[in-house]
């Protein structure tokens, strides 16, 4: 097996993963139907994970203790070689720690530990952040899985839809050069249901902060649909580009982009964790798979 992928499979579902951002880049039905979008010109990435932030900080700068620190958007983890802990035929089990390139971005001691579980509907990701220094840890975490929209060529992108598990009557936020708007904007969902279209993301990712549900699926009513779930998440985005590109992505996240007013030290940036030495956090989420008949 190669060093740098892996390959889980359960029933009639195959997973990729591999070991550079620990990023899952397929999920694949046995029929031929792929789930996940394939890093295609328009986007490069598959499900590339956010650490140690989620969003962009302004300017790309991290303060910490009068020094300046070059962080860009999603931080440095998906960019990275995680190695592997542990590789079976369901489950695999990645870890990276702080290091001498961490450091010159993020001058904090971590582990982090990211498990995929497949089975016959699903695959569960779980990610462990341990704090292994000797000062508290600030940090964010988020999924970015891309998905493809449409599912299956026959139908029209409008035709599918995100479904939460609750109505969903909070304003959203929204960004401004990347940087969180300091007034939170209307809601386009409708009760439970956000009808998809490009013209959604005209303004970039919709991020639903707070979010009373913990899952959403998405799909048309018809055909193949996923279901994404989540625990120790406290905020989503959806997003996608308005210019014709052929994926949605659905983003569990703990923590989001400095707001458009904030400047100052990280750890007192709004939406942390922070975890104290020798703590952890365990955050999970999981994407679960199926089909509705088609009537």
Partial sequence: MPDDVHVLRSGGLAAIVKSDGAELCSLKHDSGLELI????????????????IVGRLANDELHHRGRTYRMTQHGFARDMRF???????????????????????????????????LDASGIDTAFEIVNTGDEMLPASLGGHPAFNWPLQPDLRKEDYALTFA??????????????????????????????????????????FDPIDSTS????????????????????????????????????????????????????????????????????????????????
């Fill in 37 to 52: 979008w394939q890093a295609g010109a328009a986007w490069p990435r598959h499900a590339p994970l956010l650490f140690p």
């Fill in 83 to 117: 190695a592997w802990l542990e590789r079976s035929a369901t489950r695999c089990v990645l870890v990276l720690g702080d290091n001498d390139a961490t450091r010159e971005k993020y001058p904090f001691a971590f582990r982090l530990t990211v498990t995929y579980s």
């Fill in 166 to 207: 609750r109505d969903e009557a909070h304003p959203v936020r929204r960004l401004d050069g990347g940087l969180m708007r300091a007034v939170a904007g209307p809601t386009p969902v409708r009760g439970r249901v956000l009808r998809l279209s490009e013209s959604l993301f005209v303004n970039d990712a919709i991020i």
């Fill in 216 to 295: 959403v699926r998405y799909g048309a009513g018809q055909g193949p649909w996923v279901e994404m779930s989540w625990t120790g998440f406290r905020e989503l985005g959806v997003w996608s580009k308005p210019s014709g590109t052929p994926f949605v992505c659905i983003e569990p996240w703990r923590g989001y982009a400095s707001p458009l007013s904030f400047d100052g030290e990280f750890v007192d940036k709004p939406g942390l964790m922070k975890i104290a030495r020798g703590e952890e956090e365990l955050l999970i989420y999981r994407i679960a798979v199926g089909a509705d008949r088609t009537t």
